[in-house]
């Protein structure tokens, strides 16, 4: 190793160990029960995330540089393997909370030995670099994924359980009004050296007409006149397929609120409380943001716009508020190859049936968010921090 390369290989090692650790950070004020709980099919248990994300460095990088690579036991190899077809079979998605074995102890001892053996790896030059950082983002997707997938299930808890003790600081309102942008070509996806996930590339022009875009996004108490004002019994606001769904499911709010009296009280991770009229409204549909852009007149935008207005700097609430929809499907840029072998199962083949959702979340780590960031759900899916900003325009 040369001494021009140590620096970078220390920083490298510093990183794994801090994002490794933030996951472990989630999990401090949960009990071995909190994280063994499965809510629904489309959430995991904390447990199978903090096994599954080790799983991902012990087959993507330990299997092939670690000299004298032996797992730390080989039934992981199913039991904590997400989607990737090319690397083996998967336990079923849905049962995944009926994995009591192995327990969490394990589970933690699994992930002290990755630990150990990826920091050797990386301190000897060894770990492709590049593979470990996915390896990295791919950890912070799924710490995300704890925060939701156990808000979700701590939800059916009747005693309303605070994952975090400290009360909420109310929202603070942002600037209100439309930002105007010319129609023009635009360019759209990720460019220069920093990471990005494949689907975030190649670089492309694209031409948008005239469009207006709020500076801010739509706040729970906004969302509670759509309600008042019938939305969620008005066909004439919904998508045919989103009509069904709200009626087939009996939604009428969205999923953590509950009325009592003439007051909204909503569910969060800080346990029950009043609703705060001045924050983003949050865990909505594709469906339910579509329906209130039709109800305010308006539209969602599509996130070649979203991304260009964001690049603006003229926006408000662009990350750390809420996931935003966009109306567009989740489909591949032009020119987009997906990488060979199991890692280019990552995102590609899901590029079907799904909406893209721009900026990020409360939940979304820090380091996490950049302009390009393509993140994408299923119309819907409900669980997410996923909220709206209107548009208007031709489109």
């Not at 190793?1 to 620096?7: F, N």
């Not at 605070?162 to 600081?169: I, R």
Request: glycine fraction near 8%; charged fraction near 20%.
């Amino acid at each position: 190793m040369s001494v021009t390369q140590r620096p970078a290989t220390i920083d490298l090692a510093r990183r794994f160990l801090s994002v490794r650790a933030a996951s472990l950070a989630l999990t401090e004020n949960l009990s071995a029960e909190d994280m063994a709980a499965q809510s629904m099919p489309d959430a995991s248990p904390v447990k199978w995330h903090l096994a599954h994300t080790t799983w991902f460095f012990e087959t993507f990088l330990l299997e092939r540089y670690e000299a004298g690579f032996r797992p730390f036991d080989p039934a992981f190899r199913q039991l904590f393997n997400s989607y990737y077809n090319g690397v083996s079979e998967q336990f079923a998605r849905g049962h995944r909370g009926l994995l009591t074995r192995p327990d969490l102890a394990t589970i933690l001892e699994f992930r002290a030995d990755v630990d150990a053996r990826m920091e050797a790896l990386i301190n000897q030059g060894t770990a492709p670099a590049d593979l470990v950082e996915l390896g990295l983002q791919h950890e912070q997707q799924h710490q995300e994924l704890i925060c939701t997938d156990l808000l979700h299930a701590l939800s059916f808890n009747p005693l309303h359980p605070a994952w975090v003790p400290s009360p909420p600081k109310p929202a603070q309102p942002a600037p209100e009004g439309w930002m105007d942008f010319p129609a023009g070509i635009t360019r759209i996806g990720h460019q220069g050296t920093g990471f990005c996930f494949d689907n975030e590339t190649p670089s492309h022009r694209h031409f948008l007409e005239d469009f207006s875009i709020a500076s801010r996004l739509v706040t729970k108490g906004e969302y509670a006149a759509f309600i008042a004002d019938a939305g969620y019994e008005r066909a004439d606001l919904w998508l045919a397929e989103g009509w069904d769904f709200i009626r087939r499911e009996a939604i009428a709010a969205p999923l953590y609120w509950r009325r009592e009296g003439k007051r909204w009280f909503e569910f969060t991770r800080h346990g029950y409380h009043a609703l705060d009229e001045a924050a983003p409204v949050t865990q909505i549909s594709y469906y339910e943001a579509d329906a209130y852009a039709r109800w305010a007149k308006a539209r969602l935008p599509t996130e070649a716009e979203w991304e260009h207005a964001a690049a603006s700097g003229k926006l408000a609430q662009v990350f750390g508020d809420a996931w935003q929809w966009t109306s567009s499907s989740y489909a591949p840029y032009p020119g987009f190859n997906a990488a060979p072998g199991a890692i280019g199962e990552y995102n590609g083949k899901f590029m079907v049936n799904q909406y893209v959702l721009r900026g990020s979340s409360l939940a979304t780590p820090a380091g996490h968010s950049r302009l390009t960031y393509r993140n994408f759900f299923p119309t819907g899916a409900r669980w997410q921090y996923s909220g709206l900003r209107l548009a208007k325009g031709p489109g």
